[in-house]
């Protein structure tokens, strides 16, 4: 397994642009046309569901924006107002997310993002069970080449580095599959540039994510 698949690397929670535009391609425009829907989401509900790092937090971040939504963090019900983006709800105890999928036409949406699709989330009311059976879902796959291009490109811009075009082609056939692995590698590459006043090309990455073999990739 080559370093740059293992590398993991603490980020800032804020790392990254959390309002690029979302990177439409094969993996993710069906989810992104029922996210855009809004507001005309059947009960005005929909649940997000998709694996980590599939894009889940930014395509909802964008839809909250839009619809000026609120993060739910525990408010009394009897508080709320407008729409609502409710993380990881398959967490959430039975009991209160029975009470926001009844409120939902009342909010004007209700945004519910997951790893799984509700079918699988624990539910012991047995009215709960049917309503999340019945929500409509818009899945994630993993990114692929497209997405990940796109994520790689925001994080750089970001982080105010124009790479060596051969850069993308090489971290995309050897990178993980995710958002955290994009920004960990944009990251990597930032310091490594910075502490050696290089820029940032197919060699730097060749020498910091694969020191033992630097002539390994040479033909790839």
Same mark, same amino acid.
């Given at each position: 397994?080559? +370093?740059?698949?293992?590398?993991? @690397?603490? =980020?800032? $929670?804020?790392?990254? #642009?959390?309002?690029? /535009?979302? !990177?439409?391609?094969?993996?993710?425009?069906?989810?992104?046309?029922?996210?855009?829907?809004?507001?005309?989401?059947?009960?005005?509900?929909?649940?997000?569901?998709?694996?980590?790092?599939?894009?889940?937090?930014?395509?909802?971040?964008?839809?909250?924006?839009?619809?000026?939504?609120?993060?739910?963090?525990?408010?009394?019900?009897?508080?709320?107002?407008?729409?609502?983006?409710?993380?990881?709800?398959?967490?959430?105890?039975?009991?209160?997310?029975?009470?926001?999928?009844?409120? +939902?036409?009342?909010?004007?949406? @209700?945004? =519910?993002? $997951?790893?799984?699709? #509700?079918?699988?989330? /624990?539910? !012991?009311?047995?009215?709960?069970?049917?309503?999340?059976?019945?929500?409509?879902?818009?899945?994630?796959?993993?990114?692929?080449?497209?997405?990940?291009?796109?994520?790689?490109?925001?994080?750089?811009?970001?982080?105010?580095?124009?790479?060596?075009?051969?850069?993308?082609?090489?971290?995309?056939?050897?990178?993980?599959?995710?958002?955290?692995?994009?920004?960990?590698?944009?990251?990597?590459?930032?310091?490594?540039?910075?502490?050696?006043?290089?820029?940032?090309?197919?060699?730097? +990455?060749?020498?910091?994510?694969?020191?033992?073999?630097?002539?390994?990739?040479?033909?790839?």
């Amino acid at each position: 397994m080559s +370093a740059l698949r293992q590398l993991r @690397l603490p =980020l800032p $929670a804020t790392a990254g #642009p959390a309002r690029a /535009p979302f !990177a439409a391609s094969p993996v993710n425009r069906v989810a992104l046309a029922a996210v855009e829907a809004w507001p005309a989401w059947p009960g005005a509900l929909l649940a997000l569901v998709g694996p980590e790092g599939s894009g889940k937090s930014h395509l909802a971040s964008l839809w909250q924006a839009r619809a000026g939504a609120q993060t739910w963090d525990g408010q009394p019900l009897d508080t709320l107002t407008g729409p609502l983006l409710i993380e990881d709800a398959d967490r959430l105890d039975g009991e209160t997310l029975f009470h926001l999928i009844n409120m +939902a036409p009342n909010l004007g949406g @209700l945004l =519910l993002t $997951a790893r799984e699709r #509700p079918v699988s989330w /624990p539910a !012991a009311l047995p009215d709960l069970r049917s309503r999340l059976n019945a929500l409509t879902v818009a899945e994630l796959a993993e990114p692929d080449d497209a997405v990940l291009a796109a994520m790689l490109e925001n994080l750089f811009e970001a982080s105010g580095i124009r790479p060596a075009a051969d850069v993308y082609p090489y971290l995309l056939r050897r990178m993980e599959r995710s958002a955290a692995a994009a920004r960990a590698v944009v990251h990597a590459l930032d310091e490594a540039s910075a502490a050696e006043r290089r820029d940032v090309n197919r060699a730097l +990455a060749r020498e910091l994510f694969e020191p033992a073999n630097t002539d390994m990739f040479d033909d790839a």
